[in-house]
């Protein structure tokens, strides 16, 4: 493999890790309606404001959300919303893997 494809795959997995917390999925989804600000996506994903203050910074500087000040409130919106198309994925994933238990089980 050459250096710049192992570079790309280290860039792309820094964006998966960066999605892949409960808490930053959480913040993803709910995000997916449209700009939120930093009070209601705590209240939403029930935990405290410094606590997704930096997941939310995870995710800004994966690239995954972008920010604007708006007076005091600070708004955030995704600015990459095809990380949606992941999160769509796992599920279909989750999907595949139950149905495939639930054969398995069938037949014991």
């Known amino acids: 493999m050459k250096t710049h494809e192992k570079k790309l795959y280290q860039f792309k997995a820094a964006v998966i890790a960066a999605a892949g917390h409960p808490i930053r999925l959480a913040i993803i989804d709910f ?3 449209g700009e939120q600000c930093v009070c209601d996506i705590a209240k939403h994903v029930e935990a405290q404001r410094s606590n997704v ?16 000040k708006e007076g005091l409130k600070v708004m955030y919106c995704l600015k990459t919303p095809c990380v949606l198309d992941l999160a769509n ?10 149905r495939e238990t639930s054969t398995l089980l069938k037949r014991l």
């Open 89 to 98: 994925c796992v599920v279909n994933v989750l999907r595949k893997q139950a």
């Open 53 to 68: 203050s930096r997941h939310l910074g995870v995710l800004l500087k994966a690239g995954i959300v972008e920010y604007r």
């Open 31 to 33: 995000l997916k309606d």
